[in-house]
């Protein structure tokens, strides 16, 4: 089993949809968790940190579930710039990152 | 605000060839990091460097070395190039805490024929 799995998609969705995406990781003594962004031919970019207690940043709504060990994120009122991959990043206490291969999502118009 | 720089952008290299990349950062990070990215396979760590002095093996080290110059810098070599070296190559950074995200450099496209 991968550490940090996600679901390839592509997500198609057409513009002001709500769109969400999941990812499990496989180990609990993960303690830091991040959703990236990235663009075709571009690098990663942090779009949020995910806390216990869940968070948002606009139209983004992450949460995170540490008893199913899964992470989730929510767009809202989607725009044709939210097309990008979205990354799920773990990282356990003391190891290094570790990332998800990635959700692609296409909001179309 | 340059935040992770990597240079060069683009390379073309002849297999046997050799080339260093480079990386710096200008946020204080104490860690650095080299990623390879290849379709289908999602980033995977060649080397990192928790602090200044010192370095360790990620995921796919074989065929590259690397050198933590000082704080702000972290290179890149391929002494031998091989055709499966063909990649985007990622630097990054973080700050120390298990908290703090890494930061990305925009990438070096490497091709070897």
């Known amino acids: 089993r991968k550490e940090v799995e996600q679901d390839p998609g592509p997500f198609n969705v057409p513009e002001g949809a709500t769109v969400a995406f999941n990812c499990t990781y496989s180990?609990?003594?993960?303690?830091?968790f991040f959703w990236y962004r990235q663009d075709c031919r571009k690098e990663p970019k942090l779009l949020m940190s995910?806390?216990?207690s869940g968070n948002e940043d606009g139209r983004f709504t992450a949460q995170l579930n540490r008893a199913s060990q899964y992470i989730s994120l929510l767009i809202r009122d989607s725009k044709l710039s939210d097309s990008a991959t979205y990354l799920c990043?773990?990282?356990?206490?003391?190891?290094?990152?570790?990332f998800g291969p990635g959700t692609r999502l296409s909001v179309l118009p | 605000n340059a935040g992770v720089t990597q240079t060069p952008k683009f390379q073309v290299l002849k297999t046997g060839q050799s080339m260093t990349l480079q990386c710096a950062q200008d946020?204080?990070?104490?860690?650095m990091y080299w990623y390879r990215q290849d379709p289908g396979m999602g980033l995977r760590l060649i080397y990192y460097?928790?602090?200044?002095?010192?370095?360790d093996k990620g995921e796919v080290p074989n065929g590259y070395n690397v050198s933590r110059l000082n704080k702000r810098e972290f290179s890149l070599r391929l002494e031998s190039a091989a055709p499966s070296q063909t990649s985007v190559y990622f630097c990054?950074?973080?700050?120390?805490?298990?908290?703090?995200?890494?930061?990305f450099g925009d990438g070096t496209r490497l091709s070897i024929l």
């Open positions: 990054a950074s973080s700050s120390t805490g298990t908290e703090q995200p890494q930061h």
């Open positions: 180990n609990s003594a993960s303690q830091s």
């Open positions: 995910v806390y216990s």
């Open positions: 990043v773990v990282r356990p206490q003391g190891q290094n990152f570790v």
């Open positions: 946020m204080n990070h104490n860690s």
């Open positions: 460097s928790a602090s200044e002095g010192t370095t």
